[in-house]
């Protein structure tokens, strides 16, 4: 085994991390893990405040989790999903189309969030294609303002983040890029059709173009955890089946009850055509994702083989039956034991724990949404002002609480709290209290912006 030292000494050397400016990195080594605590190499315990990006559902080293991918270690480890399957990665098609909403019954695996809706926007433009009554126009997509969907070149094209996606302008195809839906942008009053009222007027005048819209249900994630305003999912999904456009749900953070619920459609009633699922679908254990078509949308690529009606894309590892046992298990926990319970459990801990962040002078606002929340920085408190974005205020705030025992990853101003659901009580009060501590540290004497890049960092 290396010492801490060599692998500290590799990591900066050889390990290019996704998200990191590696000249200021400071490697943190992760050698294990149990429930919501992350261990490194030196004998330190990080609490796990984001679920290892947004992902780990039920903690690390969940006995059911583990049993469920060792037993499926004894069987086989991988088998492709071209011309054939695997016994877990059926059961887990089954599954999902059981548990998705509507007629959404049929499950195209990937491995990651952004291959999920690769596929999706690729299903749906060759569904238009070569639908009974071909619709060979309808070739582009509607995104919204701030929105992300992952970094391959199809799911960044219908991002919106500049910070991730101006580099590679040139190589991203055009969307119709519709305002961001944010409920606290909105005049005062004004419901979601203040919103919709532009979706109305761009799917009237363009719909025989447009394939699909493509949406992240009720919550933008990277955008700084927005929350669109009620009734907006539904309006949309209204409007999108009054003007023939397909509707992409990218759940792939909200799905899988993070937020209490299968899917943040349910919150809506909302059926879309297409259903991506990822990161909390193996509990966070391994790749895997799902996207979920409808009946309707699958039969358009039935045919003989000379018809050359199938799907023509697919990745290696798709429905890796390693993941699908993971996911299996995932979703039983989900399912059996009440994952909606956990969510439910800790609620109200939840909101006690924001409540008493808005006490401090430096916190404008905070939100949440089953069991995920967002804290609002700014120098005054009031919510117009911002920080000089060099001055990486809620980056300062995390640094300060990986000092105390927390693991954090901001998104701009916004500091997340997303931990695993099956977080305890006692977890969750020592989550609040190096939170409020971490931020009253930093935001009374912050760094001035020449200092904080030398604090070694990420993105
Ligand atoms: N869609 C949404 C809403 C996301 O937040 C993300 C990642 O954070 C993705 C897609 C991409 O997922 P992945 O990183 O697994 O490719």
Redesign the pocket.
């Known amino acids: 085994m290396p010492t801490s030292a060599e692998l500290i000494d590799w990591d900066r050397q050889h390990y290019w991390h996704a998200f990191t400016q590696m000249a200021e990195y400071t490697p943190l080594v992760i050698e294990r893990a149990e429930g919501v605590w992350l261990y490194d190499v030196e004998g330190n315990r990080y609490l796990d405040g984001i679920s290892s ?3 780990n559902l039920y903690g690390h080293r969940h006995p059911k989790i583990d049993a469920a991918i060792r037993n499926q270690l004894d069987q086989v480890a991988h088998a492709t999903s071209l011309g054939m399957a695997t016994v877990p990665a059926i059961q887990l098609a089954k599954r999902l189309a059981e548990l998705a909403p509507g007629d959404l019954n049929h499950v195209f695996f990937g491995s ?6 690769e596929a999706a926007i690729k299903i749906a433009f060759q569904y238009w294609q070569q639908h009974e009554y071909p619709q060979p126009k309808k070739q582009r997509f509607i995104a919204l303002g701030e ?6 070149l199809g ?1 960044a094209s219908v991002g919106g983040i500049d910070r991730f996606n101006a580099m590679f302008q040139p190589l991203l195809f055009d969307v119709i890029r519709l305002p961001i839906p944010d409920r606290e942008k909105l005049p005062a009053g004004a419901d979601a059709s203040y919103y919709l009222a532009e979706l109305d007027r761009v799917l009237s005048a363009e719909h025989e173009t447009i394939a699909a819209m493509v949406i ?1 249900p009720c919550i ?3 955008a700084g955890m927005i929350f669109h305003p009620a009734g907006y999912l539904h309006g949309v999904r209204e409007l999108t089946r009054k003007y023939n456009v397909l509707l992409i749900a ?5 799905g899988c009850g993070r937020i209490g619920k299968m899917s943040a459609c349910e919150l809506e009633g909302v059926v879309p055509d297409l259903l ?1 699922l ?2 909390s679908l193996s509990g966070g254990y391994l ?1 895997i ?1 799902a996207t979920i078509a409808t009946s309707e949308i699958y039969q358009a690529f039935l045919g003989t083989a000379a018809s050359a009606r199938s799907f023509r894309h697919g990745h290696t590892y798709a429905g890796n039956p390693l993941a699908a046992a993971a996911a299996l298990a995932a979703l039983e926990i989900t399912q059996d034991s009440g994952g909606a319970q956990d969510v439910s459990n800790r609620q109200e801990q939840l909101n006690e724990l924001l409540a008493n962040l808005e006490r401090l002078p430096h916190v404008a606002s905070t939100r949440r949404m089953g069991m995920i929340a967002a804290v609002e920085l700014t120098p005054t408190g009031a919510n117009a002002e911002r920080y000089p974005v060099e001055m990486r205020i809620a980056y300062q705030i995390c640094r300060e609480a990986l000092k105390r025992g927390l693991w954090l990853r901001p998104l701009g101003d916004t500091l997340v709290i997303m931990p695993p659901l099956s977080i305890t009580q006692d977890e969750l009060t020592f989550f609040g209290e190096m939170l409020h501590d971490s931020i009253a540290t930093v935001t009374a004497n912050p760094l001035p912006p020449d200092q904080v890049a030398h604090l070694a960092g990420d993105d």
């Open positions: 990006m947004w992902c990651d969030g952004s291959s999920a809706v929105a992300y969907h992952g970094d391959t799911s992240e933008q994630a990277a990218d759940e792939i953070v909200t991506c990822g990161k790749p994702s």
